[in-house]
């Protein structure tokens, strides 16, 4: 996978992620804000709490009841209580319960309480076990009992004297209105108390809401109303409620905040580090490269800080390992190349100065014998004139070769001696080159067991290398020599012997016989060579991936054994 496809996956399965935790993170904050409010409201007045936080504060596992804490505090901080019932109205579990409470309901129990002065609330929660439970709490109505012993006493519903002591007793107080909602009595009621029929509704409905624990009592002989009330033990208002429900909402989303800002900078820290760092190191490199430094760039230790201690490629940089791949290629093709130039710059130098050597020699010869010809201070014969003349055209023919086998040499150090290999069959066509360096003096025999034998070879350059062995063997042994050409092919290589009885080469000799310039021009000896026909075959058979044995022992003969490795 490339770098674009990389980043386009890491930054989309990123992003997902991302978006993932996100949603993750609100519905979180969302729960517990929930629970947060609800806990809240639970504290403030437990008849708001909700069915889903009384599901996960109240356990009920078959016939255990498990309340936490909190639960616990709020009904006993309220003076209030709670019954748990299973489907059949039994009581199972129960907290802070008056000893006039039943232990098992039936439908007509619920009206009972209301008659026990006891203001109540029912949830429907569902148990571990897949049923459902009923939790009733319930709180004392003190106004009610307040009403039930006024409405018993003598004389009533005038207020007596007696009235007014039982409501002073019980820091109680009472109002009379009149069918036009006019007070037309009251005793002990604060003077700025005026109730409307919906206040009255809502004290009723929202008792919570009101200062106030009211009761209220019509005559069956009058039209008046009769409001009994006393300080409401559970006066919660809404709006107490609700400053203390944003409180909580406020403080949860002020913690999801710090978390999804902890996590962006956390995440921004990360991406620095895991993308920043190797984009540093990256377009430090690329500077580097353009400023002619040709290696990745070190630590302040001297090491790279692409590799951890194992040599490996470090796990910040495993993103970028393409692009790494790509850098150390570039650099590496740029470090081969600028050696190459100065390979190339010292070979250009080589040449020149082995040309210069190599030409100085055969040059002063035709200078010579060409002077001579033009002097004429004597007049030489027509042989002369002849033999000048062969000197002068050897000469040429070896200057000329020596320039073709330097100019062969040089490109075959460089490597820019394209081959053009093809599949030949070397018995035949040794059986067909041998005919042409046949003497009697020195015969040429051609043994194998093989009636085929196929080589990856360029022909041209195949012969090169065939004639410069040959043509050695013959030039620099005695006649009556023999020479044998040996071909053995295995499953691993080929290998082509030119072997012979003649003089031997000794050992300086061997250890120099492949180096450039080992034998130069000679003016007394014109078939000596230029001296790197050996070196031209030993870079020829290695072009083709082969390698030169040479084994010799003086005045016994010399075996020179081409190895050409098999491609399995």
């Known amino acids: 996978m490339n770098v674009r496809k990389k980043l386009t996956v890491h930054f989309l399965s990123h992003f997902i992620l991302m978006l993932v935790i996100i949603i993750i993170l609100i519905t979180t904050a969302l729960v517990t804000m929930s629970f947060i409010i609800s806990r809240s409201e639970m504290k403030s007045d437990f008849t708001r709490t909700s069915d889903d936080y009384l ?19 709020s009904v006993k901080k309220k003076d209030g209580w709670l019954q748990v019932l299973d489907q059949d109205g039994r009581v199972i579990g129960q907290y802070n319960t008056p ?21 109540t609330k029912q949830w429907e929660i569902n148990t571990t076990s897949g049923t459902t439970s009923t939790i009733i709490y319930g709180e004392k109505v003190q106004s009610h009992e307040l009403l039930d012993k ?33 007070i037309s009595d009251y005793y002990g009621a604060p003077d700025s108390l005026n109730y409307s029929f919906n206040k009255l509704v809502n004290s009723l409905q929202e008792p919570w809401n009101s200062r106030y624990d009211v ?9 008046s109303l009769y409001v009994i009330g006393t300080d409401n033990p559970y006066h919660s208002r809404q709006s107490i409620t609700d400053g203390i429900v944003n409180q909580s909402f406020i403080k949860g989303f002020l913690i999801v905040s710090a978390i999804l800002i902890s996590l962006i900078v956390i995440l921004g820290l990360w991406y620095g580090k895991k993308f920043g760092v190797p984009l540093l190191h990256t377009l430090k490199w690329i500077n580097d490269l353009s400023q002619g430094k040709h290696a990745s760039p070190l630590n302040k230790k001297g090491k790279s800080p692409l590799l951890n201690k194992s040599g490996r490629l470090k796990k910040k940089y495993s993103f970028f390992k393409d692009v790494v791949h790509s850098l150390e290629t570039l650099t590496s093709s740029l470090q081969k190349n600028e050696q190459l ?26 200078y010579g014998y060409s002077t001579l010809l033009a002097s004429d201070s004597y007049t030489w014969t027509q042989s002369e004139i002849n033999d000048f003349g062969k000197i002068i055209q050897e000469k040429s023919h070896y200057m000329s070769e020596l320039i073709e086998d330097l100019n062969l040499t040089y490109r075959l150090k460089n490597d820019a001696l394209p081959l053009h290999k093809e599949k030949v069959d070397v018995v035949p066509f040794l059986q067909s080159w041998m005919v042409q360096h046949q003497s009697k003096e020195k015969p040429i025999h051609l043994e194998t067991e093989h009636d085929h034998a196929d ?28 020479i044998v050409i040996r071909v053995v092919q295995s499953s691993a290589a080929s290998v082509i012997s030119v072997e012979d009885n003649g003089s031997g080469i000794d050992p300086e000799t061997i250890q120099n016989l492949f180096n450039r310039y080992y034998r130069g021009g000679n003016t007394k000896e ?10 031209i075959t030993h870079q020829l058979v290695e072009a083709h991936g082969g390698k030169v044995e040479v084994m010799s022992e003086l005045n016994r003969g010399t075996t020179i054994r081409l190895v050409f490795p098999r491609e399995q």
């Open 55 to 73: 599901e996960h504060a109240i356990v009920i596992d078959e016939h255990e009841v498990r309340m936490n804490q909190d639960v616990k505090d």
């Open 99 to 119: 000893d006039d409470l039943p232990e098992e309901y039936n439908l007509s129990d619920i009206l009972v309480l209301e008659e026990m002065h006891y203001r």
């Open 150 to 182: 006024v409405t018993s006493m003598e004389d009533f519903p005038v207020i007596t004297n007696e009235v007014k002591k039982y409501l002073d007793k019980n820091n109680a107080w009472i109002q009379v209105y009149d069918s036009e909602g006019e």
């Open 215 to 223: 009761s209220l009592y019509t005559p069956e002989t009058s039209s």
């Open 341 to 366: 130039q100065q390979k190339m710059d010292k070979t250009r130098e080589e040449w020149i100065t082995g040309l210069s050597h190599d030409l100085k020699t055969p040059i002063s010869s035709v």
């Open 455 to 482: 080589l990856e070879i360029d022909l041209k350059w195949f012969t090169r290398i065939m004639n410069n062995l040959v043509v050695n063997a013959i030039k620099y042994n005695p006649a009556g020599t023999d």
């Open 526 to 535: 014109s078939d000596n060579g230029s001296g790197l026909g050996m070196a």
